[in-house]
């Protein structure tokens, strides 16, 4: 077994003494299964192999909140490393490595980033030759990481502008579907919804349809889609499965061991929902969460032929449809618990090369929250992210939620819980509007995206996660809903 260690300097990194969300990739970016110790403040992160590797951990930083920042690739050592120092070398080398793959597809990158990130090198380079000082070192550290993380906020702003100036030049209309899900709260607040997206998503989901066996749901789906749908909207379905605790219907308990049955009632279903719809809904998102896994205890294996059947049977009722799959945690941080064996991006290259008919990949986006949404991070590596998730060569779509409150949501399901102090900013509706303001027109400018999407509309019907409508309880429009109606006639 082996075993990284670092020194917890500066203190205030890891203010509370205990054993932070952290976790370990290899050289080929998969996430170990990680065992994290604190003791005599010295931070352990234990995992089965001894190759050099990189440790991924969140760390508090003052005006950012509590982030996941990367050190470099590591080999073991006895002696342990100066966290602060190699959170700010990981920092400052991703920085500069995609300002320089930038640069080379000929972006502009503005002297204000050579200038900040130069003085994020001196820092670093002042802690480096001082870390046996901590007096000396720590400031340095956490000078050195305001400054790249600066640098990096002004990379990403500059990239946005050019990207969105070379769109508007290149095309008449916006690059991107801007959407949200849509659900009963439209019917009374249809101007909202029409007014600020140009998609909707409609949460044809099992479980909802189909409660008891035999038994089709369909009237508010047909109503919601006469109603409040503008012609000129595109319209994904789905998911059509969910595959967290709970997102099956619960008369499938008695077949969650059948692998020749439960496939069958899920192909039925698939057919039965595509055969509906075809002509009106002409994107389906087919399955959700098949990654994270929980319902009915389905291994891992029994997933993935389900899914792959699910594919088959939606791209045999309409092969002119594109079809989708949702990814939870995207970067894969479940995987340091040791539940799984394949990365998202494995089970998604693994359904593209059966060649069922996948047209794209929805990658969730779900901050401020505990499982199953995603550790907060930087702008810098959402980007990464996409990009990364960009070599499959296939669509992408993004779902983001943040919450716009942190006290109870009765209308929450899944037991999803608010974490407060993850962003720089308490959570609150302005703080929403805020995080919405700094990631969606990023995410939106990226080429392969072709889709960013809001997880929820209304507050006050079901929703995973909690406070992350656009809509209070009430029905009244939160400062989040007038930012992305802007965002939209600004793109068109």
Known sequence: MGVLRFRIEPPSLIPSGQAPSAYITGADGRVHT??????????SLHRLSSESSTAHVTVSIPERGQLVLSTT???????????????????????????????????????????IQRQAFHCLATACGTQTEPDHSNPQVLSGLKLALNAADVLIESYVMQRTAGSRTHQTSAPTLVGCTLDATALQARSEFTGSFNAARIP????????????????????????????RMAIIGGPLLDFTSGGLPKWLVPWA??????????????????N??????????VAAYGNLGGALSLSEEHRLTVMARAMETAYRTDSDAQFFVRVGQPWGEYLAQGNHRLSPFQLVDALLRSHLGLT????EIAMGYGPPGSLTRTRMAVSRLIDQWSQLGIQLHVVLACPSAIGPDPAAYGG???????????????????????????IAAKPAVTGVFLNSFGDSLAHRYPHS?????????????QFIEQHRNSNL
Request: glycine letters at 8%; hydrophobic letters at 40%; aromatic letters at 10%.
């Open 416 to 442: 999803c819980q608010v974490l407060n102090g993850t962003w720089r900013l308490n959570w609150s509706e302005e703080a929403q509007a805020a995080w919405l303001e700094e990631f969606l027109p990023m």
């Open 34 to 43: 990680t065992r994290c110790e604190i003791q005599d403040g010295v931070l």
């Open 73 to 115: 690739s590591l080999p073991e050592r006895d002696a342990p490393y100066h966290l602060g120092v190699e959170l700010l070398r990981g920092c400052l080398g991703e920085v500069r490595e995609q300002a320089c793959g930038w640069e080379l597809a000929r972006m502009n990158i503005p002297e204000r980033f050579r200038s």
């Open 360 to 363: 794209g990949v929805t990658l």
């Open 204 to 231: 044809i989901e099992w479980r909802w349809i189909e409660p008891v066996e035999g038994e089709y749901q369909w009237e508010l789906l047909d109503h919601l889609i006469e109603r409040c749908i503008d012609p």
């Open 469 to 481: 409508g656009m809509l209070r309880p009430d029905g009244t429009a939160k400062p989040s809903l």
């Open 257 to 274: 061991g059948d692998i020749v049955n439960l496939p069958s009632f899920v192909c039925d279903f698939v057919e039965t929902a595509i």
């Open 276 to 285: 509906r719809y075809t002509g009106r809904i002409r994107m389906w998102e």
